[in-house]
Nanobody
C-alpha cells in the first residue's frame, strides 16, 4: 500500500502561483509514475501532469496537459518520496480539486484525497 498526502492548495488571485506537494509513504518503490489530476465542479477528472522516473537511467520524463503547458511544472524528490506541482500564471479555470496519484508502471494504483485550489478573477 502507498499513502499519499497532498498539500499546498488554497485561494490565489489570477496570475498568482501555488506549489502543491504530494508526499508518499508506504511501498514507495511502487511510485515510479507520479501524476497530478484535477476535477472542477460538474466536470470529469482530468489529467494535469505526470513524471515517470527511470531507476535504470536515473532520469525522469514529464508530460503535461495542453492547458497547463508552460505554466505548470511537475518535479519529484525521490529521497523524500515527494512530488511537486509548481503552478504559475494561474487562471480562474484552474480552479479544481487537485489529486496526486502514483503507480509502478503505466497505470495509477493509488490516489490521494485531494487539495482544493481556487483562483479568483
Amino acid at each position: 500500500q502507498v499513502q499519499l498526502v497532498e498539500s499546498g492548495g488554497g485561494l490565489v488571485q489570477a496570475g498568482g502561483s501555488l506549489r502543491l506537494s504530494c508526499a508518499a509513504s508506504g511501498r514507495t518503490f511502487s511510485s515510479s509514475l507520479m501524476g497530478w489530476f484535477r476535477q472542477a465542479p460538474g466536470k470529469e477528472r482530468e489529467f494535469v501532469a505526470s513524471i515517470r522516473w527511470s531507476w535504470s537511467a536515473s532520469s525522469s520524463t514529464t508530460n503535461y496537459a495542453d492547458s497547463v503547458k508552460r505554466r505548470f511544472t511537475i518535479s519529484r524528490d525521490n529521497a523524500r518520496n515527494t512530488a511537486y506541482l509548481q503552478m504559475n500564471s494561474l487562471k480562474p479555470e484552474d480552479t479544481a480539486v487537485y489529486y496526486c496519484a502514483v503507480g509502478p508502471g503505466s497505470a495509477y494504483d493509488y490516489w490521494g484525497q485531494g487539495t482544493q485550489v481556487t483562483v479568483s478573477s
